[in-house]
């Protein structure tokens, strides 16, 4: 008499294997759970009682199984949809479609199960799971359910596998198919029949094991069996005995006992065993999650080798012989989940801000800062080494390592300095996709920016030529009868202390108060922007038009990359933090003194549409293929020049404990490196392991005395040739740069960016004393000629660097008064004697205290070039008084800004701008020239 083979002790056995190893896993890693959805369409009785015992047991596990019930109006499409959610929701590791369907509408079954992804496809139906099981990777498939839980069954009888004659019945895809594949994956020689198969008694008797999933009741009798076999049955049938309901499978149990050894019962066989092992790969499912997304380790990344060639061609030449991975690529090996990204083409995606939601408990990495020193206008490699840095320390050194840069402005790109990719071999690419519109962050930031200046214009046309009732009633319409505040006019009632939310109860006074900004036009401070050079809009009338009825005003364009919302977009961490800012920005004071914002002119929300996409980080790669954030691009000279804290904060969870972001700051380390650790660092609440401080040969002969460089021109035969006078002159600069950067506790790393004439004994001699100076290290750099193979000694020096302590102090405490941190920076990083603020910036500094604005840090808008006001005035001066020509107030990025010397915030085009050497292929849409 046959053993019966009792899958519920077997199950419950399984159950109290999941429950202690999720248990366990649990206590090992913090926030681990596991959620299994289970998708109905109908209300089918025999379904739910099947979808309470999975809900029940999956309770029992600690597994949080949620049932996701569809009417049996369900349109396919919606179907589709919501599944497609449920793939992209992290908290959800399995789901499983609960079929038949039962539904009034057609719905493809195939179609609905395949829109599972295979990696949460638990019940192992997937086109893509199916085909590993055939091809015998079982190890990365998910395997059916029945098939598993049957194989357990059979290895639970003792049987050795291993040569055993194995007959399957019934050939589905559910049951029979990936059945038979399991026991020829486990060494048996496997047939599979079916209703149609000859002679299928007398195969059957040929089987040590028999597998019935035939859907007839009572199909397989003893005679079938072959004495001593061990028999699964699989069938599940409801059969009418004596007017009652009876349940049976596919074997005549009793009648088979007579001759196996071993046989499942119906029920209590395989049933139990089902949904068990749909726990277990819904379990399985959450640990590779939570393995591959959410645990610390080391990326798997295909780098992309550099075929490099001498003399090195022009960048766009290099750039474009270097095929690009698609971005989705790079997107998986950094460990993005699909939702957490959107493609703009196949180069470039945009990261949501939703994936420090999943990973923003984890370690932050490494925080490297790159900066340099006072450059030449030809620019010295700064974005050259950020890129051949990153590409070093991933695709040679094998770190997990993200670099974070500016979207270029196409203000120096058509301009004097050309682009901002890099250069040489290391560059981002697409070079011409970063270099031109990326993904449209600057044309919207443009957009937004001119319709808050329209507003203001505007609003002061319509107070000027309305009474206080009509203004109110145009500003708060009737609408179905009735009169009623939106949000953002309930924002401005709140600030002006009236209690009320009906307008009908607004007093006279009240009514006035609440309609008229009384803008004093001398106080605008928000001005147009354009992402262009263009130095005749550096001052223009607007008003001029009949029906503007005299209402003419001077006023300016600035540059796109110095409005403030993009200064606002490079410092906020959220979407919430966004809106905040852009409602607190202050365009100018009321006739009063008081500052009107943007909340006050009703736009922020409008602005807030205009820049949803923005604040999402941009995905590109540089020429080796390691993964690179692009994000915001204010310049450095006017605003506070910096990449953006929300792709910093990104990097750093993506790259974990162990890996490296390389961040940048703007142009000279006097003013970048100074604003980032002033103001983006105090905002960011983050602080730098180290300062990689960028320097050549041919600024610092430039710095020592050297005579001008400008584009356009030749180079100057002593920057062709070997000075050590002149390098060890301007070692001064660089000298000054070391001793600000140490002034700020990190530890400082010189990268001397080589170029072609540079002699053995001027390199020499910059290391030296570059060492001599306070640097932690200093070491030659050639990415340009080499890529991240010329970076790697600079590379190991950052990680030694990084090794180090460090403290990060702030230059200034934020309750001085504005006098004395600007003074405070001047003296300090600058070296000057003193400051000398004009009458008019006083003005405005004593405005900005009256209205409780004191507090804020200090971005200092000043010449590049050098560190007094006097691009010309070259090496480490000392003693100048710094003129403080005009103060402005960027409240809602939330800092001061002074205009220092000459400064402008729009920049002019050369007599020879790079656009000369720029064109495009009419026929092949191929570009040349950009850099």
């Given at each position: 008499?046959?053993?019966?083979?009792?899958?519920?002790?077997?199950?419950?056995?399984?159950?109290?294997?999941?429950?202690?190893?999720?248990?366990?896993?649990?206590?090992?890693?913090?926030?681990f759970q596991v959620g299994l959805a289970i998708v109905q369409v109908g209300d089918r009785p025999d379904s739910n009682i099947y979808i309470r015992n999975k809900l029940r047991t999956a309770s029992d596990v600690g597994i949080n199984a949620k049932h996701f019930k569809f009417d049996r109006s369900v349109h396919e499409s919606i179907l589709i949809d919501e599944i497609n959610k449920l793939n992209s929701d992290p908290k959800i590791h399995g789901i499983i479609v609960q079929l038949p369907f039962d539904s009034e509408k057609s719905i493809d079954s195939d179609l609905i199960v395949n829109t599972v992804s295979p990696n949460k496809d638990v019940d192992g139906l997937h086109y893509a799971n199916a085909g590993k099981i055939m091809h015998g990777q079982v190890n990365d498939a998910y395997v059916p359910c029945t098939p598993k839980g049957c194989l357990e069954l059979i290895k639970s009888t003792g049987v050795q596998l291993k040569g055993k004659n194995a007959v399957v019945i019934g050939r589905s895809k559910l049951v029979g198919s990936p059945m038979a594949n399991l026991l020829k994956l486990n060494d048996c020689t496997v047939t599979i029949c079916h209703s149609k198969t000859v002679d299928l008694p007398s195969i059957c008797r040929s089987a040590d094991i028999l597998v019935v999933a035939i859907g007839k009741p009572k199909f397989v009798k003893s005679e079938w069996v072959k004495p001593g076999a061990i028999v699964v049955d699989c069938g599940i049938n409801s059969v009418q005995i004596a007017e009652k309901n009876k349940i049976c499978g596919d074997v005549d149990f009793e009648d088979v006992c007579k001759v196996a050894k071993c046989v499942t019962p119906v029920p209590g066989g395989v049933g139990p065993m089902t949904v068990t092992m749909l726990l277990q790969n819904t379990l399985e499912s959450a640990k590779r999650y939570y393995t591959n997304y959410d645990v610390d380790t080391q990326w798997k990344c295909g780098y992309n080798p550099l075929k490099r060639i001498e003399p090195v061609?022009?960048?766009?030449?290099?750039?474009?012989?270097?095929?690009?991975?698609?971005?989705?690529?790079?997107?998986?090996?950094?460990?993005?989940?699909?939702?957490?990204?959107?493609?703009?083409?196949?180069?470039?995606?945009?990261?949501?801000?939703?994936?420090?939601?999943?990973?923003?408990?984890?370690?932050?990495?490494?925080?490297?800062?790159?900066?340099?020193?006072?450059?030449?206008?030809?620019?010295?490699?700064?974005?050259t080494t950020t890129v051949g840095l990153c590409q070093a320390m991933g695709a040679h050194l094998k770190k997990n390592t993200i670099g974070c840069l500016r979207q270029p402005s196409q203000g120096p790109t058509f301009g004097i300095k050309g682009g901002a990719a890099g250069g040489g071999y290391s560059q981002v690419i697409p070079m011409e996709e970063f270099n031109l519109h990326l993904t449209g962050d600057i044309h919207a930031i443009t957009a937004a920016n001119n319709l808050l200046a329209a507003q203001i214009e505007t609003r002061m046309f319509h107070e000027k030529t309305q009474n206080d009732k009509a203004l109110f009633n145009r500003l708060v319409p009737l609408k179905n009868g009735k009169r009623q505040f939106c949000p953002i006019q309930l924002k401005r009632l709140e600030k002006l202390n009236i209690n009320k939310t009906n307008p009908d109860e607004l007093t006279d006074e009240e009514v006035s108060k609440f309609s008229r900004l009384n803008i004093d036009p001398a106080s605008i401070t928000w001005n147009r922007v354009l992402d262009t050079n263009d130095r005749f809009l550096r001052r223009i009338t607007v008003g001029q038009g009949n029906t503007e009825k005299n209402m003419t005003r001077q006023t300016q364009f600035d540059i796109t990359v110095a409005s403030e919302i993009m200064a606002i977009l490079a410092l906020t961490d959220s979407m919430a933090d966004f809106l905040t800012r852009l409602?607190?920005?202050?365009?100018?004071?009321?006739?009063?003194?008081?500052?009107?914002?943007?909340?006050?002119?009703?736009?922020?929300?409008?602005?807030?549409?205009?820049?949803?996409?923005?604040?999402?980080?941009?995905?590109?790669?540089?020429?080796?293929?390691?993964?690179?954030?692009?994000?915001?691009?204010?310049?450095?000279?006017?605003?506070?020049?910096?990449?953006?804290?929300?792709?910093?904060?990104?990097?750093?969870?993506?790259?974990?404990?162990?890996?490296?972001?390389?961040?940048?700051?703007?142009?000279?380390?006097?003013i970048g490196m100074e604003k980032f650790f002033n103001i983006k660092c105090r905002y960011s609440k983050l602080a730098p392991n180290c300062v990689v401080l960028v320097a050549t040969i041919r600024a610092l002969k430039l710095h020592g005395g050297g005579p001008k460089v400008e584009p356009g021109t030749p180079i100057p035969p002593e920057y062709c040739t070997e000075n050590l006078d002149l390098v060890r002159a301007g070692c001064s600069n660089l000298i000054r740069h070391i001793e600000n950067s140490n002034k700020f506790g990190i530890p400082v790393v010189v990268a001397l960016n080589k170029f072609s004439k540079d002699t053995d004994r001027e390199i020499d001699l910059v290391l030296e004393i570059s060492k001599k100076s306070g640097a932690f290290d200093a070491v030659l750099c050639e990415n340009w000629e080499k890529g991240g193979e010329g970076g790697v000694e600079l590379a190991n020096a950052v990680l030694k660097a990084s090794k180090q302590s460090s403290n990060l102090k702030f230059l200034y405490e934020l309750n001085l008064s504005i006098e004395d941190k600007i003074r405070k920076i001047a003296q300090e990083?600058?070296?000057?004697?003193?400051?000398?603020?004009?009458?008019?910036?006083?003005?405005?500094?004593n405005s900005l205290k009256k209205q409780g604005f004191n507090d804020l840090p200090i971005c200092m808008s000043k010449t590049q070039y050098s560190f007094s006001d006097n691009p010309d005035l070259k090496g480490a001066p000392e003693g100048f008084i710094l003129p403080i020509r005009d103060v402005r107030a960027s409240i809602g990025a939330g800092f001061i800004y002074p205009l220092v010397g000459t400064i402008t915030t729009i920049p002019g085009l050369p007599t020879r701008p790079c656009f000369y050497d720029m064109n495009i292929d009419s026929q092949t849409e191929e570009i040349f020239g950009l850099s």
């Open positions: 008499m046959a053993t019966s083979i009792d899958g519920k002790s077997l199950s419950k056995s399984f159950l109290d294997k999941i429950r202690q190893e999720l248990s366990e896993f649990k206590s090992n890693n913090d926030n061609p022009e960048d766009i030449k290099i750039a474009k012989a270097q095929r690009p991975k698609d971005i989705s690529i790079i997107a998986d090996e950094i460990r993005l989940l699909d939702s957490e990204y959107e493609l703009y083409g196949k180069k470039k995606a945009k990261i949501c801000l939703s994936v420090l939601d999943r990973i923003g408990k984890r370690q932050n990495g490494n925080y490297v800062v790159v900066t340099g020193i006072n450059p030449t206008p030809l620019g010295e490699g700064k974005s409602g607190r920005i202050v365009v100018a004071d009321s006739l009063d003194g008081e500052p009107i914002t943007a909340d006050d002119l009703g736009i922020t929300g409008a602005l807030g549409i205009l820049l949803k996409d923005t604040i999402k980080p941009t995905l590109m790669q540089t020429l080796e293929g390691t993964p690179i954030l692009v994000h915001a691009g204010p310049f450095a000279n006017i605003a506070h020049g910096n990449s953006s804290i929300v792709a910093d904060k990104i990097g750093l969870k993506l790259v974990g404990k162990d890996g490296f972001v390389i961040t940048e700051a703007g142009f000279g380390a006097d990083i600058y070296h000057a004697k003193d400051i000398e603020i004009s009458e008019s910036a006083q003005k405005k500094i």
